[in-house]
């Protein structure tokens, strides 16, 4: 049967998905997965997978996806990070009989993407990224799909979006923020920018940012023409979010620990689905937050879980009538509702700016703590100097490292190459040379190993047979081969 292709890919293999689950890493596994479709979802993307690491080890494959494979969990598209076309294609191999798609990931804005170069660190990098999706749509036998961020430039982003369609990507979702959009700067998406891209192409189209209920969906199908809209945080504070209801958080979360008994995962998964669940109850039961963070076992989260509920009901139970939600909320705190990231100012006063509010201040910078005033360090300096009470954090005080010639990084003091450990390394084995300062001794090994081989030849003992039956009593005489 042929590969489907675009509009096609999207109305049958895809069986016209509006509402999309996005690929996070630790967070959209399979129960995950699971508890989202019960609510509406049409579509879920696995977490980011590493595909040089996909490729080479087969714990991985099996954990993060051949363990995972369930009937229910379709249709379902696969997510790979990578930056060589053989690595990806071939990883993209190992993974297509377990889903309907491959995406490549050139989205992620974070630092390990920068340092490991791959996300949207390569959407500088027209060349290469025409090459991977040219040869993945070539060898796959399911569609090759792309999430991408966009270019403060409309005009940019329209041509990149057309690139990566010519190159043969079958779907295309659009996140309508800058990879500098991240965190308490992630600010509003562009749909401005989603709407010029799903005009400027003909294959599908997914939006992606500022979702945060049913209404947001409608109304970004409706301002931008897109096929589908993708929800990530707004997902996992409202698993409900497509159903456009906003359930009392105890049954989500009580219905999600009941799926990972089924279907297991990773404890540390599971905390953070608790922690974005609870994350409004959470801000009023601190003594619940702390225990949520050091339980060690599913059966102490399921604990934790009902607890809350049980405060909850204690407090609707309590309620006068008219009562209104604190803190600003839309809803009640135990009912699932978006979270609002703050930015950087309403960050610093929700963190107590002044050092006094709710006993929680916010970081200072690293000038105001020169003088190692513990009142003044921030909560993880306070715990170093509680381990270390003679440390300093002055930063004129911290020793002055030469850096590697060759890529930054401190040097070694006694190298040879001015190198740090790396880099002295690979010239050293390059070169075939030594350097004592790192402990590196490639020529003096391979000095030793050709004294080796030539002491070998030359001491190289006759072989000799024996003739005789070896009786007992009877002399066994030894003889040099040959010897009639």
């Not at 399979?30 to 019960?38: E, F, I, Y």
């Not at 513990?374 to 993880?380: D, Q, Y």
Request: glycine share 8%.
């Amino acid at each position: 049967m042929p590969k489907l292709c675009g509009e096609a890919f999207w109305r049958e293999t895809l069986r016209g998905a509006h509402y999309v689950v996005a690929p996070m890493v630790d967070q959209s596994e399979l129960a995950w997965r699971l508890l989202s479709r019960r609510h509406g979802a049409q579509l879920c993307y696995t977490p980011m997978l590493h595909a040089q690491v996909f490729l080479r080890d087969a714990n991985y494959r099996r954990e993060n996806l051949y363990d995972e494979a369930c009937a229910e969990d379709r249709p379902l598209i696969v997510q790979f990070c990578a930056n060589d076309p053989e690595v990806f294609v071939q990883a993209a191999l190992l993974a297509q009989d377990y889903c309907d798609a491959i995406d490549l990931n050139l989205g992620c804005p974070q630092m390990i993407a920068k340092r490991g170069h791959y996300g949207a660190f390569l959407q500088e990098e027209w060349d290469l990224l025409q090459r991977m999706i040219l040869l993945a749509n070539e060898k796959l036998s399911v569609p090759i799909t792309c999430k991408i961020r966009v270019f403060p430039e409309i005009d940019k982003t329209v041509k990149y979006a057309q690139m990566l369609e010519k190159a043969g990507c079958q779907l295309l979702t659009v996140h309508g923020r800058t990879k500098e959009q991240k965190g308490p700067l992630a600010g509003v998406a562009s749909w401005e920018h989603i709407q010029a891209v799903r005009k400027a192409v003909s294959i599908p189209v997914f939006a992606n940012g500022n979702i945060q209920c049913l209404r947001d969906v409608e109304e970004c199908i409706r301002k931008t023409g897109v096929h589908g809209v993708m929800s990530a945080e707004g997902n996992l504070h409202n698993p409900a979010l497509f159903e456009g209801r906003n359930p009392l958080v105890w049954e989500m979360a009580e219905e999600y620990l009941e799926i990972v008994q089924k279907y297991p995962c990773p404890l540390s998964y599971v905390r953070a689905h608790l922690f974005k669940l609870w994350h409004h109850t959470l801000q009023v039961y601190q003594q619940l937050r702390e225990e949520l963070a050091k339980v060690k076992t599913l059966e102490g989260i399921v604990d934790v879980n009902r607890e809350l509920k049980l405060r909850c009901q204690e407090e609707i139970a309590n309620q006068k009538e008219g009562e209104k939600p604190k803190e600003g909320l839309p809803f009640f705190h135990w009912i699932c509702q978006p979270y609002i990231r703050p930015g950087p100012k309403e960050r610093c006063k929700e963190n107590g700016g002044s050092g006094t509010e709710k006993g929680v201040r916010g970081k200072r910078a690293l000038e105001d703590e020169e003088d190692g005033n513990s009142e003044l360090l921030s909560k993880n300096k306070q715990k170093k100097k509680l381990r270390n009470p003679n440390k300093s954090f002055d930063p004129s005080l911290k020793p002055k490292y030469a850096k590697c010639d060759q890529c930054g990084n401190p040097k070694g003091n006694k190298c040879v190459f001015n190198m740090c450990r790396g880099c002295c390394k690979k010239r050293a084995f390059k070169e075939t040379a030594d350097c004592p300062g790192h402990g590196l001794l490639f020529k003096t090994k391979y000095e030793k190993s050709l004294l080796w081989q030539s002491n070998q030849r030359v001491t190289q003992p006759p072989e000799v047979t024996r003739r005789g039956d070896g009786a007992v009593g009877e002399p066994v005489v030894l003889q040099e081969a040959g010897d009639a």
